[in-house]
């Protein structure tokens, strides 16, 4: 009887740690799988994510509307604990302190081990640093972050994952909105198909930012960047932003990701990925498929309305457009017409949720 009531207190314990004072939870152990997503102590994990100046009350109040799930940069090594009571996971610094601070905490998802490194240090540089903090904690991946196209050869032996901050919504509207996936397609071609890819997206620019180079993007680009980051298979979405914010922006940003939340499971989940057809050339197509259920994203890399038609062959059949309230009916031959706004994204479902459990989400 004694030995029972002990392996109970044990169990009551480890079940109600948060309950009891001092107690200590466990640190993560993050992890990609072959298609590059993250797994959280073995649950997938998808980052959306946002950089940040400071943790505040507004901050954290901010984050919740836009519903992310990750923060970036502007909280203190002592605001692990208030980040992981918000349910909110930490790209940290691999600074020594960072270090210090962050290696068993359970708020940590991945190291930044540098900013832009090109131009500021050499790719030995970076590898040395890499090492050191991969020895010191195996169980968080490493990133670096990069706007330069050739960096992603010079520092592709420094890293566990790539971040890519390309932003084309300049004053002028003169640099290729593509650029956002043309980078990770770089990255990819560097490390292979499976390789984890994170993409920073502009939510930032007007006059009083870098002497005005940047425009403040519109709704309509913002979300054409996220979509096309998507269909490029993105396996996180980071939002970059100087504070304050533009409203109708910083606003569509929220509208946004209550789309991609319900589009995680259908992400993340296991599938296979598949290449269905537009007829127009200016279509980007991604589908996404399991036994029973699917997911296809489609943009329109053009600055003009277009009229296509889309072939599926592996689908035939209702699919619903739950952002828009309509459905299509493919036809047996897997085709069906749709019509595309300028930058345009449309995003297609069909079968049931699948059924996934999400890592840092509530079992309750």
């Not at 799930?69 to 605001?79: A, D, K, V």
């Not at 604990?81 to 020594?96: H, K, T, V, W, Y």
């Not at 920073?200 to 870098?210: L, N």
Request: glycine share 6%.
């Amino acid at each position: 009887m004694r030995a029972l009531s002990i392996c109970l207190l044990a169990w009551w314990v480890g079940a109600n740690a948060q309950l009891v004072p001092g107690a200590q939870p466990a640190g993560t152990r993050v992890t990609f799988d072959k298609e590059g997503l993250a797994l959280v102590d073995g649950k997938p994990f998808f980052p959306l994510g946002l950089f940040t100046y400071e943790l505040n009350p507004e901050v954290l109040a901010e984050i919740h509307e836009l519903q992310c799930n990750t923060i970036l940069h502007g909280f203190m090594t002592n605001q692990l604990d208030l980040i992981r009571e918000n349910g909110l996971m930490a790209i940290c610094s691999a600074e020594p302190a960072w270090l210090q601070a962050a290696e068993h905490h359970p708020a940590l998802l991945a190291w930044y081990l540098a900013d832009e490194p090109e131009g500021r240090i050499t790719p030995e540089s970076a590898r040395k640093q890499y090492s050191e903090v991969k020895a010191r904690d195996p169980n968080h991946p490493i990133g670096l972050c990069h706007t330069s196209f050739e960096a992603l050869t010079q520092f592709k032996d420094a890293c566990d994952f790539t971040i890519t901050d390309i932003y084309p919504i300049t004053a002028k509207r003169d640099k290729n909105i593509m650029g956002v996936s043309i980078m990770m397609d770089e990255a990819r071609r560097i490390h292979g198909v499976g390789w984890p890819q994170w993409t920073y997206i502009q939510v930032f620019g007007g006059p009083e930012t870098d002497n005005g180079v940047w425009a403040m993007p519109l709704p309509h680009e913002v979300r054409f960047m996220t979509y096309q980051a998507l269909v490029h298979r993105a396996t996180g979405i980071l939002y970059f932003s100087y504070w304050p914010r533009q409203p109708r922006t910083w606003q569509s940003v929220a509208t946004l990701n209550r789309e991609l939340q319900q589009l995680l499971p259908r992400l993340v989940a296991p599938g296979q990925e598949s290449a269905p057809k537009a007829e127009s050339p200016q279509i980007q197509v991604r589908a996404r498929c399991s036994s029973s259920s699917g997911l296809i994203i489609t943009i329109n890399t053009s600055p003009r309305f277009v009229q296509t038609t889309i072939q599926f062959d592996s689908h035939h059949g209702s699919m619903s457009l739950p952002f828009e309230g309509r459905t299509v009916e493919a036809s047996p031959q897997g085709q069906w017409p749709e019509r595309f706004a300028p930058y345009g994204a449309h995003v297609y479902l069909w079968g049931p949720e699948p059924t996934v459990r999400l890592a840092r989400e509530s079992a309750n």
